[in-house]
């Protein structure tokens, strides 16, 4: 009797029941064979934090080549944000790559090339068949009106199963065709257990084929990366100052490698990622006026707390700049205005300005100037509303939860939309 597994059911506890151990060399089982190189079109669910949320679904290409050891992942995520003049065009989408071999790593966001070898410096290609060959057999099972065979892996020492449907491919005799393929890990954030679980439905199996992209893949895109063309004649602009926001922890005031925002962009992080995902540790928003050279990097992102914070890109000197969330184009933005979803910026260490100097005399790009900081939640709060402006809008821009935004740091009067200031840096 066969057993029966609906789609997108969760397989930790059965991989569980099933699984024991592996330890040592494979098992004496006949292994499914899958050829070392393929690519397919699959249905992949990937969930996104706090703990809790639910999986997002998208469309995804892979490719995979064990011998050369490459492998990537193309990806196209509609946004439900996106502006109306956006949607039924291409810049509705989030379309996103993953590169990686032996010794790169590197993303691709709507056109912008990002270096992720300092983050992965040995490389982060994984084959994700090459556990099957220490799999236990998990006896034949329905799944989409298909008799598929189960393998399965646990691995206790890091609390992971992993979990594959296959057939026989009629298109390579002998070897086996993917149907269904989950990983789980149990990963502790916050101090609590969480399972963070992918799934992946295969909807198009090419085996021994090789997706286009690498004909034209060039590591330099990545590792030196171009900022903005300068304007006729080759004179870098003249500086100019402008206002940004952070939405930061309390007493966190570190600039150098930051990601800052226009007061549009930033809204909108608040609104669909701030607010809507948790990142309440971020519990301070601070108004800045930057003077720094208008000529604009490859954005960085920026990750982490303090002097301990890391950024990915390889733009160390310039100001770098994107639309916000990289939702602009081409190259997420970078060399344009992006008036319906805002502005990002990133802060390179190595171009802010040291005591004495000023931006544009060679050494340095950037040197803030602090204006005001608030409470995030006096945003929040009964007088202000602006968790429930991000909701009517529910697409950028959103400018009436960007107004309550501003309001705040206008004046000092609640009753007109303002925020108390808070100590700034160096302040008690």
Same mark, same amino acid.
């Given at each position: 009797m066969l057993s029966s597994l609906a789609p997108h059911e969760s397989?930790? @506890?059965?991989? *569980?029941? *099933?699984?024991?151990t592996i330890h040592g060399a494979p098992t004496p089982f006949d292994k499914p064979q899958i050829p070392s190189a393929w690519s397919a079109s699959v249905g992949r669910a990937q969930p996104f934090f706090p703990p809790g949320a639910p999986a997002t679904w998208s469309l995804a290409n892979l490719d995979s080549d064990a011998q050369l050891k490459r492998s990537a992942s193309l990806s196209s995520q509609k946004l439900d944000f996106a502006p109306m003049p956006y949607v039924g065009t291409p810049h509705e989408y989030l379309n996103y790559t993953r590169l990686a071999y032996d010794k790169f790593s590197g993303i691709v966001m709507n056109g912008q090339t990002l270096d992720m070898s300092r983050s992965y410096p040995r490389g982060s290609f994984q084959d994700i068949f090459g556990w099957i060959?220490?799999? #236990? +057999?998990?006896?034949?099972?329905?799944?989409?009106?298909?008799?598929?065979?189960? &393998?399965? %892996?646990?691995? +206790? !020492?890091s609390n992971a199963s992993l979990y594959l449907l296959t057939t026989a491919d009629a298109k390579t005799p002998g070897y086996a065709k993917p149907v269904y393929f989950e990983e789980n890990v149990t990963i502790s954030q916050g101090g609590q257990p969480f399972l963070y679980r992918v799934k992946y439905d295969f909807l198009d199996w090419r085996p021994n084929s090789a %997706?286009?992209? &690498?004909?034209t893949f060039n590591e330099s895109d990545f590792t030196s990366p171009a900022a903005c063309p300068l304007p006729p004649g080759g004179a870098v602009p003249a500086p100019t100052t402008r206002d940004i926001y952070v939405f930061h922890p309390a007493a966190d005031f570190t600039l150098a490698n930051q990601d800052v925002a226009d007061a549009l962009g930033d809204t909108l992080f608040m609104c669909v990622e701030g607010l809507a995902k948790g990142y309440m540790r971020n519990n301070s928003v601070?108004? &800045?006026?930057? $003077? /720094?050279?208008? *000529? /604009?990097?490859?954005?960085?992102?920026c990750q982490g707390w303090g002097a301990a914070r890391t950024? %990915?890109?390889? $733009?160390? =000197?310039?100001v770098g700049h994107e639309a916000a969330l990289g939702v602009g184009y081409p190259t997420a933005g970078q060399c344009v205005a992006n008036p319906l979803i805002g502005e990002w910026w990133s802060l390179p260490i190595a171009g802010k300005c040291a005591d004495g100097a000023t931006?544009?005399?060679? #050494?340095?790009?950037?040197?803030? #100037?602090?204006?005001?900081?608030?409470? @995030?939640?006096?945003l929040l709060d009964d007088d202000h509303k602006f968790a429930e402006a991000c909701a009517a809008e529910s *697409?950028?821009? =959103?400018?009436?939860?960007?107004?309550? =935004? $501003?309001?705040? =740091?206008? !004046?000092?009067?609640v009753a007109k939309g303002g925020c108390p200031g808070l100590p700034g840096p160096g302040r008690r």
């Open positions: 397989l930790h @506890a059965l991989a *569980r029941a *099933r699984l024991a060959k220490y799999a #236990t +057999p998990g006896g034949d099972v329905m799944y989409n009106q298909t008799t598929c065979q189960a &393998w399965s %892996l646990y691995a +206790p !020492s %997706l286009p992209l &690498w004909a601070t108004h &800045w006026s930057v $003077e /720094w050279v208008p *000529r /604009w990097g490859q954005y960085e992102n950024c %990915l890109g390889d $733009e160390h =000197f310039w931006p544009g005399d060679g #050494t340095c790009t950037w040197k803030p #100037t602090h204006v005001k900081t608030i409470d @995030a939640a006096c *697409r950028a821009p =959103f400018k009436a939860a960007a107004a309550i =935004f $501003e309001a705040g =740091f206008a !004046s000092e009067d």
